[in-house]
């Protein structure tokens, strides 16, 4: 159900992508058979709120939702975990693919940090320290 909720905030957020039509039906699926349920709502307000990335508790919580319903109709967890196939052997034929948090990258990437200080990277998600002191500014002249 992860990838699914993935998949839905991906296409909320982002829309069409290199695998957008397999992408559309695992959010065709999940929209059509949980309408109006208020984790689905959060999802699109978040997506259209333009986070980089669905928050934890509504992931979770979309996730239960769809776990809950899929337990009680057979026919819908068939249908989306069909979906959610599609789109990762879209992902697979494509040649690149990234899930969650992952990022994918279909050619040449050169990332570079030089001089003291200096930190390079494709993405930091937290605090970053290069153990050098934070340099103090001068202080003006009394007097």
Same mark, same amino acid.
Do not use: C
């Given at each position: 159900? +992860? ?17 957008? /039509? ?13 309408? +109006? ?8 307000? +978040? ?16 996730? *239960?939702? *769809? ?12 249908? *989306?975990?069909?979906?959610?196939? /599609? ?44 153990? *050098? ?11």
């Amino acid at each position: 159900m +992860e990838h699914a909720v993935g998949y839905v905030f991906d296409w909320e957020a982002r829309g069409v992508r290199p695998v957008g /039509a397999e992408v559309e039906r695992v959010h065709q699926v999940v929209s059509r058979r949980l309408g +109006e349920d208020p984790a689905l709502a959060e999802l699109v307000a +978040e997506a259209r709120a333009a986070v980089a990335e669905l928050s934890a508790d509504t992931r979770q919580w979309l996730t *239960l939702s *769809l776990n809950a319903v899929a337990k009680r109709d057979a026919e819908f967890a068939a249908a *989306l975990l069909a979906a959610v196939e /599609a789109v990762r052997a879209a992902e697979r034929a494509a040649g690149v693919s990234a899930t969650d948090r992952g990022i994918a990258i279909g050619g040449n990437v050169s990332i570079r940090a030089t001089g003291p200080g200096s930190v390079a990277a494709l993405r930091i998600d937290g605090p970053v320290s290069t153990g *050098l002191p934070t340099p103090v500014p001068p202080t003006a002249p009394q007097g």
